[in-house]
């Protein structure tokens, strides 16, 4: 089953350093979207992009995110000097584009910021 | 802004009860719903989703969900739970043409 990917699956990083990972979408699918998750709440949207394009970014997504899709296949985001605030869930989630859009999730990347 | 509210943030049902989880949305137009799960650690998955037609939706696992458009709900039901159904439920909106609000998530316990 070749489903949503990413990696890595934990990241522990220390205070202003600099941290990236990576989602493998479906093949086929044309739309890749990024969530950050905190512990009791649901998924917030943070971007995302049809094909290579970045269509919306969210007012959580600070100068310091950068994502990026460049052959409108994987995607990375990428997190600058890193605050504790960042510890999160991040999730990668895809689709086909239209009006019956259904995303479908990866297992997500955590990142615990000491 | 759009927004998704879930009426428990925990349930706890003893096996063979019945389930009821609320979900409310803020958005007059036309909108996609979906609920989504979240075993213990693993990643969502979709259990069923209403796009257009029969309001009342079936998914996976032996879950349905109602739309009731005027009341701007889509209620989740499983007519008997199992202690497999221990997890965290998502509901989602997806406005037409915006991007998907998600609800605070209910978690569900089952006692065996």
């Known amino acids: 089953d070749t489903g949503v990917s990413q990696n890595p699956r934990h990241k522990i990083t220390k205070r202003g350093q600099n941290v990236t990972f990576r989602c493998d979408p479906i093949?086929?699918?044309?739309?890749l979207y990024w969530y950050r998750q905190t512990l009791g709440q649901g998924p917030e949207f943070l971007t995302y992009?049809?094909?290579?394009?970045?269509?919306?970014k969210s007012r959580l997504l600070s100068d310091r995110f950068s994502a990026e899709r460049p052959k409108g296949s994987f995607s990375t985001l990428e997190i600058q000097r890193t605050e504790q605030g960042d510890s999160a869930m991040y999730l990668c989630a895809s689709s086909i584009s239209g009006h019956t859009d259904t995303q479908y999730f990866g297992p997500g990347t955590r990142l615990t910021v000491l | 802004a759009q927004s998704v509210s879930q009426h428990n943030h925990h349930v706890i049902l003893s096996e063979a009860a019945s389930l009821e989880l609320g979900c409310n949305y803020s958005y007059g137009g036309t909108v996609n719903l979906f609920w989504y799960v979240q075993y213990p650690g693993q990643h969502l998955q979709l259990l069923l989703k209403y796009f257009s037609g029969d309001p009342l939706v079936k998914g996976i696992k032996g879950f349905e969900a109602e739309f009731i458009k005027s009341k701007f709900s889509f209620n989740l039901r499983k007519p008997s739970v199992q202690w497999r159904d221990t997890a965290e439920y998502f509901c989602a909106v997806n406005p037409f043409g915006q991007n998907f609000v998600f609800g605070p998530g209910t978690r569900l316990s089952v006692l065996p």
């Open positions: 093949s086929e699918h044309n739309r």
């Open positions: 992009f049809q094909n290579e394009a970045q269509l919306e």
